[in-house]
């Protein structure tokens, strides 16, 4: 007697176990998918705020082949403390710029140095650097950071500022610690952070002050003086006739600033200039990648200011980042 085979399940009844596997698979990929969406959906929780200091303090840091010192409670010195520069950004394609324009002997001036964060970048991709500051708090600490480094000796400060005329001027201050606000746009509106200086500060004209200085070609200006560039490139024409700088200018509008059109800006500047600009981002400043976009008035006038490039049409090829 044998024993009897269990039944052979039916065509249909495979169908269904099929079906139910299927059916239990997908809906647990649907459970999935909708978990996911879910989280995505959620907003990222806000980042904790930085626990308040104490109190405020000096530091030194290494930086980029030099020593800072800074103070906290300053926005550029925390950027400084923290990130390794201030502008990290427009510091790099300087550099990239004077590394691809391969000329050995190539100066720089820096007008508004404020406390020497640039200028003591620059000084290690550039022969000399010319630095023009007027405000007496800031000239002392940059002294102090020119101090720390002894190995940095092409680093020349005029303690001036640059306009269209040589006069003594009144000066906004900064009533904080921020002191790079200083600006000779006395008639610029009420500001409760600003304070008039109790003295008038010196300005000279930059083409004046630099032809009566032994210089090599000068290959890039950088003009970042609250406000007041409009008259300092006037006053520096001559100069960027005979060099041909890339300039790199902080162009405000009014009523912090006086150039509120292409035509006054274009006009500033002599002829085969093309002009770009360097777009802000919390990113760029922290890492230093930096992007650059064809100036675009209409478009790029209408921020709070334009951090603006001037190339020479014979010097484009040097330009990175187009």
Partial sequence: MTAEQPPTPSADARAA???????????????????????????EP????????????????DAYGYKYQGHTGNVIDDYILKYGAWEKDHLFFVRDYLKNL??????????????????????RHAAKVVAFEPFPPVIEAFKRNVALNPHVTNVELCEVGLGDANAELPFVAPVDKNHGQGS????????PE?????????????????????????AFIKVDIEGYEEAALKGLRQTMEKYRPLLEVEV???????????????????RDYEFYVLPWSQAAAVTGKYTLQKLDWAFHSK??????????????A???GK
């Fill in 102 to 123: 391969n000329e050995p002997n190539a100066v720089v001036v820096d007008v508004g140095a404020n406390t020497g964060n640039h200028a003591l970048f620059y000084s």
């Fill in 17 to 43: 176990k099929r079906y139910r596997m299927l059916f239990y698979a997908a809906a647990l990929a649907a459970a999935v998918a909708s978990a996911v969406a879910l989280r995505m959906s959620r907003p």
């Fill in 184 to 191: 000779f746009r006395v008639d610029a509106p009420e500001n």
């Fill in 318 to 320: 040097a330009l990175p």
């Fill in 194 to 218: 600003m304070k008039q200086y109790p003295k008038k500060l010196r300005i000279v004209v930059g083409d004046e002050y630099l032809r009566d200085k032994t210089l090599m070609p000068i």
């Fill in 303 to 316: 921020g709070h200011q334009i951090e603006l490039v001037a190339c020479p049409k014979e010097r484009l």
């Fill in 252 to 270: 405000s509008p009014p009523p912090v600033g006086t150039i509120d059109s292409l035509d006054k800006l274009t006009a500033l500047f002599p």
């Fill in 46 to 61: 806000p980042a904790p705020p930085e626990p308040a200091r104490e109190k405020d303090y000096s530091f030194v840091v």
